[in-house]
Nanobody
Framework: QVQLVESGGGLEQAGGSLRLSCVYS????????MGWFRQAPGKEREFVAA???????TYAASVKGRVTISRDNAKNTVYLQMNILKPEDTAVYYC???????????????????WGQGTQVTVSS
């Protein structure tokens, strides 16, 4: 049974930074591609970033340059460092695990196997 638990969300001012964490438990963490998604009220869940089992990375165009995804296989944790936050970054952020280990990394929510419960990020202007 795979479980994902996100943390690190909160209220931040525009221009600030937040680091989200997602702790994985279950089967071998290093065997999964890990992704971050977000969902704003009234909108569909959208891809933010993903990191593969070999460390390969993909970012959404809307966050590229402001966001860094990383993983620590020893801690079964994936991180999302977000800088220069904007009000439009306000959303619930979800981490997800995908058993696909190929390239390119997946960016559609339906392609991910496991999900966390989400952590709220609110950016004030």
């Amino acid at each position: 049974q795979v479980q994902l638990v996100e943390s690190g969300g909160g209220l931040e001012q525009a221009g600030g930074s937040l680091r989200l964490s997602c702790v994985y438990s279950g089967r071998t963490f290093s065997s999964y591609t890990m992704g971050w998604f977000r969902q704003a009220p009234g909108k569909e869940r959208e891809f933010v970033a993903a990191i593969g089992v070999r460390g390969e990375i993909t970012y959404a165009a809307s966050v590229k340059g402001r966001v860094t995804i990383s993983r620590d296989n020893a801690k079964n944790t994936v991180y999302l460092q977000m800088n220069i936050l904007k009000p439009e970054d306000t959303a619930v952020y979800y981490c997800a695990a995908d058993s696909w280990t190929g390239w390119p990394l997946k960016s559609r929510p339906s392609e991910y196997d496991y999900w966390g419960q989400g952590t709220q990020v609110t950016v004030s202007s």
